[in-house]
Each structure stands twice: as C-alpha cells, then as structure tokens.
C-alpha cells in the first residue's frame, strides 16, 4: 500500500508542476496521469475488497479420484505399501492364541539346564528367575510322590514328608523293600538366585531322621551331602521334569523376595581401590566363577595361584592383541599375550571380594577397569 500510495504522490506532483508552468500545449503526460490516477484508485480500493483465501482448502470437499475409461483408480493413487485390515477373530489364525514372544535370557547359558558340581557340592542351573521354578519344584515333588510337610520362601527351602511311605518315592530314591529297623528319610530343595543374572540354582539333599515328627518341621539346611551320586540322579529327574513343563509354567508371588536377592554386586572402594566386585559364595565356588568367565571371554591366563587367590591375565581386548594391520592381512596372528592384570580375590566373611590392578612391572595402559566391567557384565 506504501508503493502505491508513493506513486499517487508523484503522479500528483507531476500534475501540478504542469498546471504551474502554464503550459497552453497538451502534454503527453495528461493521459498516463490519468490512467495512473485510476489504476492507484482501483488498487488502494481492492485491499478492502478483496477476501483472504488462504483458508479455503480446507473446507474445500475431496474430490473425486481419477479413473482410467475403465474404471480402475489410477496406480499412482493407491498406496505404496497397504496396512492389511485385521479379521474380528484377532489371533483366531494362531493354534492356542497369540504366540508367545521369545525368551530374552536364551543368550545367557549354552543350555538351559545343567547339573553342576564342585567337591562334595552338586546342583542344577536353570535358566530362568527362582519365581517361576519355586512353583515348578513343588509341582515335582508332588508328582514324585514327595509331597510337602514344609516350606519357606524367604530360605528357598522346600522339606518332603518321610519318603518311607511312599512307594513312589522309595523307587525315586532308590531304596530296597521296607523293613521295620530302616532309617527314615525326607528330601529337602533348596532354590537360591544363580550367580549368573536370571539364573536359578536348586539343590536337593536327602536327610536322615530319628523320629517321624522331625518332617513335620523345617530342619536346618545340612552342607554335607548324604550321598552325592544320588542328590545328581535326583537333579537329573527334576531337570527331564522342568523341560517337559516348560509351557505351563506359572509364577509364584510368593517367591518375589527370591526374584531380588544379588549374590553379585558391584562396590565403591577407595581412593587407591576404587572399585570391586562383592560374590555371596564359598571361596571355592567364586574361584571357579571367576576361572569360568576367564575361559568363556578368551582372556589369555599366564599365571594363577588359588592359595594366594590371584590370576595374572592379558587385559586386553580381542582387537588390541592384534598385530599391526600387515601381519593382521597377511597371517591373521595375535600379539604374545603378556601379564598386565592382576586379579585378587580376598575372603570376607561370608562373601568373596574381587578387585583388578595393574600386574606389578607393568608399565604401559592400566586394562584393571575394564577387565573388572568384563567380569561384572557376565556375572550380573
């Protein structure tokens, strides 16, 4: 409006200029002033003529799509890549409803069930969090003709009557015809978090009692075994037992305060041993752990000493035990492995505490932080 409003002015001034000069001639410029009087006057008119359509679209109607003669909507007006309109029946089309989505911890362990053994000790890890096997291990029991005089969630601790009257039981555990001086016995499980993240660890114990009325309360987990060969016939039957129940399942609500205990944890130290890794087990047993994961990560032991509690390892990873890319190319060979890590395990009561330094000599890059992360990572 501006613009125009300047051009109004000018053709104006131009006007009386002429009129001022007194000029008798007619002037070319009379004509284009006029047309330029009129042209202004239509324009400045038109701002409040004139409506604003910029929202018109949108409450313009849909058109019509384009057809071919045929009558056949044109390609380029369908979709690129149709949605499937969904039946009302939902998961009709999958046997037993919607298929079950897959197991996260299948990565964790090579199998899902395997019977361990350390010395005297034997048990069966599972693949799975203590809440869904508590009820699984009940299940057994029963079905063995077990039963159960006695339980605790809080222990992990699950206590059969007296096998003794049981002929499914006596076969179970293997004893010959019942005679009137023989020992009385009950089997005890005993399910606790594996060491490994979503792990389940169970043992079974066969005891002998004096009298019939000690079934009926909880005895005192025994440490020393009754006979190990039969305690790893007994796990071999949970463990066929388990995989065939695997789909029916359940979980037990009962076993939740089971589901958050860590027997690994990660601590602050201080300001010379910053930080290390506290295991809720034997010596023994956290030796072997750490022996284990050494193993199943490829870190290259040199040295190791169970007495002293101590493994000297190469700390570096894969990539940087490589040799220089040429000898990489052409022969595809690692560097000799060499003692830059120590790892020490110390006992604390009733927990084994594991701390990494750099070897002593050792002068290049300390690997102990990360060789300490490698070691937590697979535990927990």
């Given at each position: 409006?501006t613009?125009?409003?300047?051009v109004?002015q000018?053709?104006?001034r131009?006007?009386?200029?002429?009129?001022?000069t007194?000029?008798?001639h007619?002037?070319?410029l009379?004509?284009?002033s006029?047309a330029?009087?009129l042209?202004?006057?239509?324009?400045?008119a038109?701002?409040?003529?004139l409506?604003?359509?910029s929202?018109?679209?949108?409450?313009?109607?849909?058109g019509?799509?384009?057809?071919?003669?045929?009558g056949?909507?044109?390609?380029?007006q369908?979709?690129?890549?149709p949605?499937?309109?969904l039946?009302?029946?939902?998961?009709?089309?999958?046997?037993?409803?919607?298929?079950?989505?897959?197991?996260?911890?299948?990565?964790i362990?090579?199998?899902n069930?395997?019977i361990?053994?350390l010395?005297d000790q034997?048990?069966?890890?599972?693949?799975d969090?203590?809440?869904?096997?508590?009820p699984a291990?009940?299940?057994w029991m029963?079905e063995?003709?077990?039963g159960i005089?006695a339980s605790?969630t809080?222990l992990?601790?699950?206590?059969s009557?007296?096998?003794n009257?049981s002929?499914r039981a006596?076969t179970?555990?293997?004893?010959d015809?019942a005679s009137?001086?023989?020992a009385?016995?009950?089997v005890q499980?005993?399910i606790?978090a594996g060491v490994?993240?979503?792990?389940t660890?169970?043992q079974?114990?066969?005891l002998?009692?004096?009298e019939?009325?000690?079934a009926?309360?909880?005895?005192?987990?025994?440490d020393?075994?009754?006979?190990?060969?039969?305690?790893e016939?007994l796990l071999s039957?949970l463990?066929?037992?388990l995989q065939?129940r695997e789909?029916s399942?359940?979980?037990?609500?009962?076993?939740l305060?089971m589901?958050g205990?860590r027997?690994?944890?990660?601590?602050?130290g201080d300001?010379?041993?910053?930080?290390?890794i506290a295991?809720?087990l034997?010596y023994d047993r956290a030796?072997n752990e750490?022996?284990?994961?050494?193993?199943?990560?490829s870190?290259p032991?040199l040295?190791?000493?169970?007495t002293?509690?101590y493994?000297l390892?190469?700390?570096r990873?894969a990539?940087?035990?490589?040799?220089s890319?040429?000898?990489r190319?052409f022969?595809?060979?690692?560097r000799?492995?060499q003692a830059n890590t120590?790892?020490?395990l110390e006992?604390d009561g009733?927990?084994v505490?594991?701390t990494?330094?750099?070897?002593?000599?050792f002068?290049?890059?300390?690997y102990?932080?990360?060789?300490?992360s490698r070691?937590?990572?697979?535990?927990?």
């Amino acid at each position: 409006m501006t613009d125009r409003f300047n051009v109004f002015q000018q053709v104006k001034r131009g006007s009386e200029l002429q009129l001022e000069t007194g000029g008798t001639h007619r002037s070319w410029l009379g004509p284009i002033s006029l047309a330029a009087l009129l042209v202004v006057g239509f324009g400045l008119a038109g701002c409040g003529v004139l409506t604003d359509r910029s929202q018109s679209y949108v409450d313009a109607p849909d058109g019509k799509p384009l057809q071919t003669p045929d009558g056949e909507e044109l390609a380029r007006q369908r979709e690129a890549y149709p949605v499937r309109q969904l039946s009302q029946t939902g998961a009709s089309g999958h046997r037993g409803g919607i298929p079950k989505p897959p197991d996260m911890t299948s990565d964790i362990l090579d199998e899902n069930y395997v019977i361990e053994n350390l010395d005297d000790q034997s048990w069966l890890l599972v693949n799975d969090v203590p809440g869904r096997i508590w009820p699984a291990v009940n299940a057994w029991m029963t079905e063995r003709g077990l039963g159960i005089a006695a339980s605790s969630t809080q222990l992990g601790m699950l206590q059969s009557e007296l096998v003794n009257y049981s002929r499914r039981a006596r076969t179970l555990l293997e004893l010959d015809d019942a005679s009137d001086g023989e020992a009385l016995m009950l089997v005890q499980a005993r399910i606790t978090a594996g060491v490994r993240r979503r792990t389940t660890e169970i043992q079974l114990r066969p005891l002998v009692v004096g009298e019939a009325a000690a079934a009926r309360e909880l005895i005192q987990w025994q440490d020393q075994p009754l006979d190990q060969a039969l305690e790893e016939s007994l796990l071999s039957d949970l463990s066929e037992f388990l995989q065939n129940r695997e789909d029916s399942r359940s979980y037990s609500r009962a076993a939740l305060g089971m589901v958050g205990e860590r027997r690994v944890t990660l601590e602050s130290g201080d300001e010379d041993n910053p930080r290390r890794i506290a295991i809720e087990l034997p010596y023994d047993r956290a030796w072997n752990e750490i022996r284990r994961i050494l193993n199943d990560e490829s870190v290259p032991v040199l040295d190791l000493d169970q007495t002293a509690g101590y493994f000297l390892v190469d700390g570096r990873s894969a990539e940087d035990r490589q040799r220089s890319w040429p000898a990489r190319w052409f022969a595809g060979r690692e560097r000799s492995p060499q003692a830059n890590t120590r790892i020490q395990l110390e006992r604390d009561g009733d927990q084994v505490r594991v701390t990494a330094d750099r070897a002593e000599g050792f002068r290049g890059q300390d690997y102990s932080g990360d060789v300490l992360s490698r070691l937590f990572d697979y535990l927990y």
